[in-house]
């Protein structure tokens, strides 16, 4: 099968193959998946590039991955199952997370696969896993969104952020989100009751308090976050940027640090991945109160130009490889 490769870090361009490998392998609780598309989030750039090091010390292998294809989330049908899968069977249209997604075939267990929602497109559903998880948990077990509550998405456009404006009006919140000036409409459409403009207009003008404020941009102080929160409100940090070693994790300890000695709650946050809210999410899909925004298709062949456009973390919504 034709699979994409990878033996060492650096960029995507440069350590990035295509080559003919084997089909892999099943296991007893295990799925063979026949690929149809397979989501990007930061993190897969993260990983490819071993930097921040902080990545490598995560388990995913310090002077080479521990995975030869990369890949964690994927769309496709269902190939064959093992000997004791019993809730899928060859035909099946399903997504997931685990690994070596790009390419023809993943295998992946079970407990890592739902059928996908019949309302969206297999590159919409290989889109959801990761950054829906992110924005899921952030959302209602971090900041425990309530009705009615104003919640801030900061990077409202990305991959993470168009899930967090979403989910967040599906708990009955209002939702303000902050992107740049190509995709206000977008962000607009997507649900948000009102939009910031970053380049014309700074959170703090507008004198507004937040009772939650979800930040995936990684560019503000603590400081200016927290005056923009109620007093009792909760901060929830996603990611960072900048920096080899720690790529801005230093801002978010920092803040975690700070949250004991005053009135607000200040989170560092990272997802898991499940089955369980992987059905929550395909749930919100099938209610039509989420629906995955896909920003730019690529070809298996092209994989390494995809990471590399969603490195300059500037996409609208998510990148998806078609194979």
Not at 84 to 103: I, L, M, Y
Request: hydrophobic share 40%; glycine share 12%.
């Amino acid at each position: 099968m034709k699979a994409i490769t990878q033996e060492e870090y650096g960029a995507p361009g440069d350590v990035l193959r295509l080559q003919e490998i084997e089909k892999p392998s099943i296991g007893d609780d295990e799925v063979l998946v026949r690929v149809q598309a397979t989501g990007i989030h930061i993190g897969d750039w993260l990983v490819t590039s071993g930097v921040p090091y902080l990545i490598r010390l995560m388990g995913y292998g310090l002077r080479k991955p521990k995975t030869k294809v990369p890949g964690t989330e994927f769309a496709g049908s269902v190939e064959a199952v093992g000997r004791n899968v019993r809730q899928f069977q060859p035909g099946d249209e399903v997504f997931g997370f685990g690994t070596g997604g790009f390419a023809e075939y993943a295998s992946v267990s079970q407990d890592a696969l739902v059928l996908k929602p019949a309302n969206v497109t297999f590159e919409q559903a290989a889109a959801v896993p990761v950054s829906g998880f992110t924005a899921l948990q952030a959302l209602r077990d971090q900041a425990k969104v309530q009705p009615g509550q104003k919640v801030l998405i900061i990077g409202a456009s990305g991959g993470v952020g168009t899930y967090a404006v979403q989910i967040a009006k599906a708990f009955g919140a209002e939702v303000t989100g902050v992107c740049s000036t190509r995709n206000v409409d977008m962000v607009r459409s997507i649900g948000a009751d009102h939009v910031i403009d970053y380049t014309k207009e700074d959170i703090a003008e507008s004198g507004q308090r937040y009772d939650v404020i979800l930040d995936m941009a990684g560019n503000r102080s603590i400081s200016e976050l927290r005056g923009a929160l109620t007093r009792e409100g909760t901060l929830v940090i996603v990611g960072g940027t900048g920096g080899r070693f720690l790529m801005g994790f230093g801002r978010t300890l920092r803040g975690v640090a700070l949250s004991p000695f005053v009135g607000q709650n200040l989170r560092q946050f990272m997802s898991s991945t499940n089955k369980d809210d992987l059905v929550v999410l395909k749930e919100l899909i099938e209610d039509e109160k989420v629906t995955p925004v896909v920003d730019r298709t690529f070809a298996l062949e092209d994989t390494a130009e995809a990471l590399s456009y969603v490195g300059q973390r500037h996409t609208r919504g998510k990148t998806v490889v078609t194979i």
